[in-house]
């Protein structure tokens, strides 16, 4: 297995923040990871792969970075490397306690919408009862298809999004 890290600048969020991505290089197969870490492109340094001493948070950022590597380059302790170990090493680093992720955001939209049942500028309660399936299909989608039932929202994208639409 080999890896590379770096910053994602296609993903670039509108407070001009891009994530930092780690490039891994399995089974002749190439598979890009978020690690959860956003930084302002002109702080990142393309030749350490890490972030520029003048970034304010540079040492924690950093430290995170080392970290991952770290992880990385320990073998694991059963089998072989498989993506679904990798994301668990790169999970912790994400900071994903307060990540929303797909199926939160689809809960939290079916909430909202529950207090608008049968209200003048509301939905019929068929309607709501159409989102369920919706919801539950969305996230057999995430289970089956993708593997990723806590897949991030930050994690979403356009050949994610036009997968789910054929599926």
């Avoid at 598979?31 to 001493?53: H, M, P």
């Avoid at 930050?154 to 054929?166: H, Q, R, V």
Wanted: aromatic letters at 12%; one cysteine or more; proline letters at 3%.
């Amino acid at each position: 297995m080999n890896y590379h890290l770096f910053l994602s600048t296609k993903r670039m969020r509108t407070d001009n923040c891009s994530p930092i991505y780690a490039k891994i290089f399995l089974n002749n197969k190439v598979y890009e990871r978020c690690t959860g870490i956003y930084i302002l492109t002109q702080y990142w340094n393309r030749s350490f792969k890490r972030a520029d001493v003048k970034y304010a948070n540079a040492t924690e950022v950093n430290k995170i970075l080392n970290d991952i590597e770290a992880k990385l380059n320990t073998p694991p302790h059963l089998g072989d490397y498989t993506i679904s170990y990798i994301d668990s090493l790169l999970k912790p680093q994400a900071n994903n306690s307060n990540a929303l992720t797909c199926m939160d955001a689809i809960n939290a939209y079916i909430k909202h919408k529950e207090r608008l049942i049968d209200t003048a500028d509301g939905i019929c309660n068929e309607t709501f009862k159409s989102y369920f399936h919706k919801a539950k299909n969305i996230n057999i989608f995430l289970q089956n298809e993708l593997n990723k039932p806590g897949l991030l929202l930050t994690d979403f994208n356009y050949s994610i999004g036009e997968k789910l639409k054929a599926y």
